[in-house]
């Protein structure tokens, strides 16, 4: 039971918990190669108790080599891009609306009056077909001015309104 609860401690407890466990393993095993935790050069009482890992428990462990090695150093800071005002123009569209399409790349020169992007605009839409029907309108009106012309000339305007 008691064992029970040093592992138990041992998975909450962090590195508290593993030399808990360590000393736990070490009043239970018999004679098995020992790993040691410390230098044979420094004396018995400034070094920590040896303890032994049993045999179906090593394939749990992970031996490591320690050497020092060089850190980068990655620094992760907060910030906001901004565009350079002295390097932009900004653009004026003569009608309202969503982008649609973009026919420039950033940074790309462009000549006078060459188109950048398109405007998918719902008042240049009505404002388009009111325009085409005004001019189909004047187009017919035209026609019919025309044909009266002719009509007079040939003094057939006259006999159609006498009918």
Request: hydrophobic letters at 40%; a positive charge.
């Amino acid at each position: 039971m008691r064992s029970v609860r040093r592992l138990r401690r041992f998975r909450a407890g962090g590195f508290a918990g593993v030399l808990v466990c360590a000393c736990v393993m070490a009043g239970c095993g018999s004679e098995q190669p020992q790993m040691t935790s410390y230098s044979s050069e420094a004396s018995k009482s400034a070094t920590p108790q040896l303890f032994t890992i049993p045999q179906e428990q090593m394939s749990h462990v992970q031996v490591v080599t320690v050497a020092t090695t060089k850190l980068t150093r990655t620094l992760r800071l907060t910030g906001t891009v901004d565009y350079n005002a002295f390097k932009t123009t900004p653009v004026i569209s003569q009608v309202g609306g969503p982008v649609s399409r973009v026919l420039v790349l950033p940074g790309e020169q462009v000549k006078r009056g060459q188109p950048m992007l398109e405007v998918s605009s719902p008042d240049y839409s009505r404002l388009l077909e009111m325009y085409l029907k005004a001019a189909d309108s004047y187009r017919l009106a035209n026609l019919d001015y025309a044909r009266a012309e002719d009509l007079y000339h040939k003094n057939a305007a006259e006999q159609m309104l006498a009918v």
